[in-house]
Structures are given as C-alpha cells and as structure tokens.
C-alpha cells in the first residue's frame, strides 16, 4: 500500500514557476515508477511526466523542455518543476505510483493517486 500526498500548487501568473512536491508512505517508493498527471475542468486526466524507478523520465509534449520530473529515493518523494507556466496548465494536478519499476503513461497504469493540489495560472 501507498499512500500519497501532493503539496505545492498555487496561483501564479503566466511565466512563473512552480514546484509540486508529492510525499509518499509506504517502504516500496523505491521499486515504483511515479508519475504526475493533471485534470483541467471538463478534460480527461493526462499525463505529465513520469520517472522509472532507474530515473528515466518521460514528458508529455506540452510540458517539454519548461517541465522536469525528479525523485528522491531517501525522501520518499517525487517532484515536479514547473517552468514557464501558461494558462493551458491550469488544472489538479495528481501524483501516482505503480509498484513496478517501468513508467506507464495512461492513468490505468497506476495503483495509487493522491488526492490532488490545484495548479492555477493566470494571464
């Protein structure tokens, strides 16, 4: 089991950062791959990033190259850079984690979510 907790969001204005933080319980965080998705009101939930248990990271194409997804092991915890925001990245943006140590990319790919932290970016 996995429990997972998102912090960091916030409202911000077009061009800044922001970094999401997710904490994770549980004695296996090393093992999963973690990814971070989002949800804008009235879309499907999509994903962000995400990074293997080895560190390969993968990025959706909107988020390439403002947007960096790293982990730390020792702190249980996943984080995710945001650069360069835009309105378009308004959205909850969730944390996940599957206890298998290859990235998936679709929301059916993970077992555990946290309950979400609103990202809002104004223009």
């Known amino acids: 089991q996995v429990q997972l907790v998102e912090s960091g969001g916030g409202l911000v204005q077009a061009g800044d950062s922001l970094r999401l933080s997710c904490a994770a319980s549980?004695?296996?965080?090393?093992?999963?791959?973690m990814g971070w998705f989002r949800q804008a009101p009235g879309k499907e939930r999509e994903i962000v990033a995400a990074i293997s248990a080895s560190d390969t990271t993968y990025y959706a194409d909107s988020v390439k190259g403002r947007f960096a997804i790293s982990r730390d092991n020792a702190k249980n915890t996943v984080y995710l850079q945001m650069n360069s925001l835009q309105p378009d990245d308004t959205a909850v943006y969730y944390c996940?984690?599957?206890?298998?140590?290859?990235?998936?990319?679709?929301?059916?790919?993970?077992?555990?979510w946290g309950q979400g932290t609103q990202v809002t970016v104004s223009s």
């Open positions: 549980g004695r296996i965080f090393s093992r999963c791959a």
């Open positions: 996940a984690a599957r206890p298998i140590l290859h990235i998936a990319t679709t929301t059916t790919g993970y077992d555990y």
